[in-house]
Nanobody, 129 residues
Framework: QVQLEESGGGLVQAGGSLRLSCKLS????????VGWFRQAPEKEREFVAS????????YYKGDLEGRFIISRDNAENTVFLQMNMLKPEDTAVYSC??????????????????????WGQGTQVTVSA
């Protein structure tokens, strides 16, 4: 079992930045890849970014790469999502999730929410115009 807890969400103006944290716990947390997903009101959940257990490689939703940065501090059991130049359309509940890392699998595999076994509760991010 892996437990995940997100923090760092809030209200920010367009153009601003936020850093989300995902604290992991449980006996085997370090063996999992971690992904961030988001869900806006009345929209489907979508992949944001993922990072492997060693910290590399990482994958991004295409149009977020360059604005969002995922990183991992295994010494602190934490995965971060740095979000810059935020836009109102980034408003959503952001959730982190853990997936067993599988060899020779790439972006397409880790952007699939069904591969993630454990999920956090989510944190709200609201970007005002």
């Amino acid at each position: 079992q892996v437990q995940l807890e997100e923090s760092g969400g809030g209200l920010v103006q367009a153009g601003g930045s936020l850093r989300l944290s995902c604290k992991l716990s449980g006996r085997t947390w370090a063996s999992y890849a971690v992904g961030w997903f988001r869900q806006a009101p009345e929209k489907e959940r979508e992949f944001v970014a993922s990072i492997m257990r060693s910290g590399s490689p990482s994958y991004y939703k295409g149009d977020l790469e360059g604005r969002f940065i995922i990183s991992r501090d295994n010494a602190e059991n934490t995965v971060f999502l740095q979000m810059n130049m935020l836009k109102p359309e980034d408003t959503a509940v952001y959730s982190c999730a853990a997936a067993p890392q599988v060899m020779y699998r790439g972006r397409e595999y880790y952007e699939n929410a069904e591969k993630y076994h454990f999920w956090g509760q989510g944190t709200q991010v609201t970007v005002s115009a």
